[in-house]
């Protein structure tokens, strides 16, 4: 079955050429478009399914081995590029590059993350985008979105998944700026190709070192070269500290860390399921998935990993700082995708890439989740999206509220929701870690960004659904109803492109009401027309099924989504390292991960053999050295082992202190926002700078403005001055320089020439002139007369020699 | 072909008149006296034609020339001419240069042509020795004649007969040329000689010519074009 | 023939036999003419017509000089013809059919000049060749 997985990427495709080319011409109903859309989904994920449960459960598994669709003839030769030269012109290699996709361990899994959680926003957005006038549009651009990201995790070579990579960029673009009638999306999705495209160039560089370096672009031909590379320690740099340096700064770009970060809070801009799949469930784990494909390359370079770790550990505490103050709902959720990522990268960092990818899986449903949520919740309160004016929408809307609740535990970490699994599994692994040092600073800087996490959180839940009904309370506050009361004052139509927006907001008539609860106050809205500012507020109202069937779903899989990575601090229950065979994921990904100390990819069912268990291995921490300092510096692990002398009993420690982290976290922010809610305007007086910064965004903007942008509009300008004062002046001035040439010349010409001419023709004109005018004199017997004249000539010449003798003879008989 | 006797008499005769009546065309003030003096010198060279044998052209020469040519001639003359004669004494020759230098001209080319018809004719005679038959010789083989005329005094001669033969076999396609050149000529004479209103009225006229020429003479306004 | 007979005392002076001397080869000459006196003539005539071309003022006069030059042209060839048919040529017919022509060309000739010289006289009012002179400089 998984010899069709080269269809995965093709129906979504096909799905948005359809949409695409003839959604508008031959003017398909929402409910076709819809259907098309949603059914390509839907059959790639089945096969999907069908392909990852033949390739590592069937009869004839293929597992661990990857499978290259090649195998099977269901590729094409792509760029056969002839000879190029390796290792600085040492030798020479075939690069063949081909088409084909690869179905391994790790793709398998980004597979089925991207098709299921992809299906669930899809049939989502066919509810939110009811009665948009660009309906084919939105799908047509989130099928290439699904194509390219399949491309993406699906290719068997770099180059693959920089078509792949590129593309999710593109549709990035033109779907954050889908409203491409505001300034402010079309902004967004400006700002976020250009910092996508310098990540891009990163990943550029680094595949041309890949190609120089090891003479093909295939993935397990790399990796198969790279394996026998020496390791460059820390300070060491050498090519594979180079290649991961650009990988790096392709994912800083796609994934959005620090310092390329910038794009993903304003591309909250677009519609709410673009936010949802793009960003936080699928192109931005792009990065983590490139990290994880490269990691042989990575763990050979130890500098490169530390940055890693360091960059994602900055990027979390970064992020959820500002998380804390901001009050849109979907801005909210944006900095804790960043932070979120920071995690991952930090997994990714201290040598955990499994726990990583594990992350990525619970946090896309959670993350997902809670965007979808946020979408039904800006849908209901008629796209109102400012928290301040939310409150108490827990009775209104029940299914948005009670999925909510489940991704809200999810991401705050309880137990045992699939947050806790994955983000604890990363505390550890950075605590206990022995391939970088300042595995501690990682775990410290973990857990506060973890108590963070689980405050602004709680914070967005009280907000948004406990406490009071503040939008009864402002009848015409808020930027969005004042636009829309003002609307009316100017004669505009409500959601005009014109009026300041306070983020997506799709285009309903203005009458028009969805969703059974809002018929009963159907007369109070339709009241809109009494003009005026007095504008009451909306009440808000559920979602269609069509929006919270997807939620359900979403809920279901981050409340259970965790127990696919049972860790080993449970193995007294479970009586395994990690449970479940093939469907836990640390074994079912080991087969991609590079182990340093064997040299070779790390051994299904764990390697956790604790005689020959070799050092670095994932979850298993041998007693042998029972020293602080292990190889890289202080191990925080190994230091509190050192004085519990149990390695479970050390684990369940570092869980405890992570549940304790995320409850003080809930509490807090329950504190503040439920029981005392005057706290948060005294603590923000109290500590007015770091609010300002927080909510600021830390004026990285601003910055990057004044530092990046303005500062190239001034090499801009100094270059253009350049090139029309001096360039421009030199090629003026050879002009002028002929002109004065040319006009010496012509002088010369003039008088010169001319006057040698014009006096000789004068000359000559006045000479013959009169003569040869004598012989026009118009008189019709003149020319006769030459006529008879030139024809005695002509006789004459013909009989010159008899002329001559006659005459001789004449002049002798004269004489 | 040697003249002799009353023969050479007649040619002298009418070579003289030709060449007096020639030379009296050429100078006579009055163009009607012109024309009557041209056409003494034709029937005089028509008669040197009969004493060359060539009775049917001097024949055509009579008809054709003078009683065709020569009368067009005197009617051209009255049409344009007569008023010279009214206005009294104007000069027939150019101005004295021209003069003079067609007379240095033709002088010269005349003593040209004799000179070489004196030393041509000899090689001549070399070439044609039988020439010295006598024209008159009825033994000559070319001079076949026919029965005797109606005096009595001579035959009547093939001269006809054998030209007619030549020109309508031999000479068909230059005869059927000069036949279209005399339609032509006759066309074009025609139209060479149509006044202005009669080609106004077969709108031959080119229209601002004709708005000149109506500014001029009103009439041609009624005309109304025969053609659409 | 019998009532010339009384001029016969001329006649035998004048058409008796010659003798070598050089009077009396002119005098043979001048009394039995043949060809060479036949071109005399026609040239003679043919000078007066160029001269006349050349030398009169008045058109018609010098349309009727140009048909004493073809006339000599005329007299030249059928002088030939006579000469040659006497001399038994086979295409002694020649100079006769090409007088014919020249007959006919001298008439369309003469039938379109004096149509161009009426309606010379129409536009210009003149005969006079030197006033139709708008081709002077």
Redo the contacts between chains.
């Keep these: 079955m998984y010899k069709y997985i080269w269809l995965v990427p093709l129906l979504p495709l096909a799905g948005a050429a359809i949409n695409g080319l003839f959604g508008r011409k031959f003017r398909f109903s929402e409910q076709l478009i819809g259907s098309i859309a949603v059914g390509s989904v839907a059959l790639a994920f089945l096969i999907s399914v069908a392909a990852v449960y033949s390739y590592g459960f069937g009869g004839q598994a293929h597992w661990p081995v990857p499978y290259l669709t090649s195998q099977d003839g269901f590729s094409f030769e792509w760029i056969p590029a002839g000879a190029v030269s390796v290792n600085h012109g040492a030798s020479y290699a075939l690069l063949n590059i081909e088409w084909s996709y690869q179905l391994d361990p790790l793709s398998s899994i980004f597979m089925l993350i991207v098709t299921g959680v992809g299906l669930c926003i899809f049939i989502f957005a066919t509810g939110y985008m009811h009665g948009e006038a660009g309906f084919y549009r939105f799908f047509a651009y989130m099928g290439l979105f699904m194509f390219a990201m399949l491309v993406l995790v699906m290719g068997s070579n770099f180059l693959m998944m920089f078509v792949g990579w590129e593309g999710v960029g593109l549709c990035s673009y033109l779907l954050i700026g889908y409203y491409f009638d505001r300034q402010e999306a079309a902004n967004a999705s400006r700002k976020a190709f250009i910092t996508n495209r310098i990540g891009d160039f990163g990943f550029a560089l680094a595949i041309f070192g890949v190609i120089s370096t090891f003479g093909t672009a295939q993935y397990t031909q790399v990796f198969a070269q790279a394996k026998s590379f020496p390791l460059e320690t820390l300070g060491h740099w050498g090519i594979l500290s180079w290649i991961a340096l650009g990988l790096f700064i392709g994912a800083c770009g796609k994934s959005a860390q620090l310092p390329l970060h910038v794009w993903l809070p304003d591309a909250m801009a677009g519609p709410t399921p673009v936010s949802a799949l793009i960003h936080a469930a699928t192109m931005v784990t792009a990065g983590l998935y490139m990290v994880t494909r490269t990691n042989v390359i990575f763990q050979h370079s130890q500098t490169m990993l530390l940055v890693v770790a360091l960059v994602g550990a900055a990027t979390a505490i970064f992020a959820a700082t500002i998380g804390i103050t901001q009050n849109d709902i979907k801005k909210v959720l944006a900095y804790s995708t960043v932070s979120q990522l920071g995690f991952m990268f930090m997994a990714c960092g201290v040598g955990a890439f499994v726990i990583g990818i594990f992350h990525v899986m619970t946090h896309a449903f959670f993350k997902a989740l809670m965007f979808l949520g946020a979408g039904s919740v800006i849908h209901g309160m008629h796209h109102e999206q400012d928290m301040r004016r939310m409150g108490g929408l827990k009775k209104y809307m029940p299914y948005t509220y009670w999925t909510f609740f489940a991704g809200w535990l999810a991401i705050c970490g309880v137990i045992p929701f699939s947050g806790f699994w994955s983000k604890d599994e990363i505390l550890w692994s950075a605590a206990s870690t022995t391939q970088i040092p300042l595995g501690w600073l990682i775990w410290l800087v973990g857990t506060i960004a973890a108590v963070c996490t689980a405050f602004y959180m709680t914070r967005l839940m009280a907000m948004t659904f406990w406490g009071r009904e503040r939008f009864l309370e402002t009848p015409a506050g808020g930027e969005a109803d004042e636009a829309h009361a003002s609307a009316y004052d100017k004669g505009l139509a409500a959601h005009d492109a014109r009026l300041p927006s306070a983020g997506d907001r799709p285009r309903h008539e203005p009458g028009e009401h969805v969703g059974p609860v809002h018929e009963t106050v159907a007369s109070h809205v339709a009241s809109h027309g009494h003009g005026g500012h007095e504008h009451g507020a909306h009440i808000p109202h559920e979602s269609p099924r069509s929006m919270w069937a997807p939620l359900v779903a979403l809920a279901v899989l981050a409340t259970i989504g965790g127990f696919f990575g049972v860790g080993p601090a449970f193995r007294f229950i479970t009586r395994a390292e990690h449970p479940g065979g093939r469907l836990n994921i640390v074994n079912w990904l080991n087969p991609v991960i590079w182990n340093p100390a064997t040299g070779d990819f790390k051994t299904a069912e764990g390697g956790h053999e604790a005689a020959a268990a070799p050092a670095g291995e994932h979850g298993s921490e041998p007693l042998a050295e029972a020293t602080h300092e292990g190889a890289n510096g202080f191990n925080l692990a190994h230091a509190v082992e050192g004085s519990t002398h149990n390695e479970l009993a050390t684990e369940w420690i570092f869980i405890i202190i992570s549940l304790v982290a995320a409850g003080a976290g809930m509490l807090l922010g329950g504190l503040f926002y439920v029981w005392r809610p005057s706290l948060p305007d005294i603590w923000a007086q109290r500590l007015r700078p770091l609010y300002l910064a927080s909510y600021n965004k830390y004026w990285v903007d601003e910055f990057y403005g004044w530092a990046v942008t303005r500062r190239t509009m001034d090499a801009a300008r100094a270059v253009f001055s350049f090139d029309s004062k001096i360039v421009d002046g030199i090629v003026n001035g050879f002009a002028t320089l002929s002109r004065g040439l040319s006009r010496v010349v012509g002088g010369v010409d003039k008088y010169f020439v001319d006057g040698l001419v014009n006096t000789i023709a004068a000359f000559v004109a006045r000479l013959m002139s009169p003569l040869l005018?004598a012989a026009?004199?118009?008189?019709?017997?003149?020319y006769?007369?030459v006529m008879?004249?030139g024809l005695?000539i002509a006789?004459?010449a013909f009989?010159a020699g008899?002329i001559v003798t006659?005459l001789r003879g004449i002049f002798a008989a004269v004489m | 072909m040697t003249l002799s006797g009353y023969e050479a008499l007649f040619f002298w005769i009418f070579a003289l008149a030709a060449i007096f009546a020639g030379l009296l065309t050429v100078m006579a003030r009055n163009a009607v006296h012109s024309a009557l003096f041209l056409i003494s010198s034709l029937v005089s060279v028509a008669a040197l034609f009969v004493l060359s044998g060539a009775e049917f052209i001097a024949g055509v020469q009579i008809l054709v020339y003078v009683g065709g040519v020569m009368v067009l001639f005197l009617f051209v003359i009255m049409l344009v001419n007569v008023g010279a004669e009214e206005r009294g004494r104007d000069e027939i020759f150019?101005n004295q240069r021209?003069v003079t230098?067609?007379l240095i001209?033709c002088f010269?080319?005349v003593g040209?042509v004799l000179?070489?018809v004196s030393?041509g004719y000899a090689g001549l005679e070399k070439r044609y020795p039988k020439a010295e038959a006598l024209v008159g010789d009825q033994t000559a083989p070319t001079q076949q004649t026919g029965p005797q005329n109606a005096t009595g005094t001579s035959h009547m001669t093939k001269d006809t007969e054998r030209i007619g033969g030549s020109l309508y076999r031999y000479a068909s396609l230059p005869f059927e040329i000069a036949s279209i050149l005399l339609l032509v000529a006759i066309i074009g004479s025609v139209m060479l000689a149509r006044t202005l209103k009669q080609e106004a009225s077969a709108d031959d006229v080119d229209p601002e010519v004709l708005l000149e020429e109506v500014a001029r003479d009103l009439e041609l306004a009624k005309l109304e074009p025969q053609s659409e | 023939m019998n009532m010339l007979n009384c001029f016969n005392p001329a006649f035998m002076f004048l058409f008796q036999e010659t003798d070598g001397s050089r009077l009396g080869l002119m005098k043979h000459a001048a009394l039995n003419p043949d060809l060479s006196k036949f071109l005399v003539i026609g040239a003679l005539l043919f000078i007066i017509g160029?001269a006349g071309?050349?030398?009169r003022r008045n058109i018609i006069v010098?349309f009727m000089s140009i048909e004493l030059i073809l006339n000599a042209a005329n007299l030249n060839f059928v002088a030939f013809s006579g000469y040659l048919q006497a001399s038994g040529h086979v295409n002694a017919l020649a100079g006769q059919l090409f007088a014919v022509f020249v007959i006919v060309v001298a008439a369309a000739e003469a039938a379109i000049g004096l149509g161009i010289v009426i309606a010379l006289y129409r536009n210009k009012e003149t005969i006079w060749?030197?006033e139709?002179?708008?081709?002077?400089?």
């Design positions: 005018r026009q004199t118009g008189f019709t017997q003149n006769a007369l008879v004249v005695m006789v004459a009989f008899d006659a | 150019n021209q230098a067609s001209f010269l080319l040209g000179y070489a030393t | 160029v071309v050349l030398t010098i060749v030197d139709i002179d708008l081709l002077k400089w």
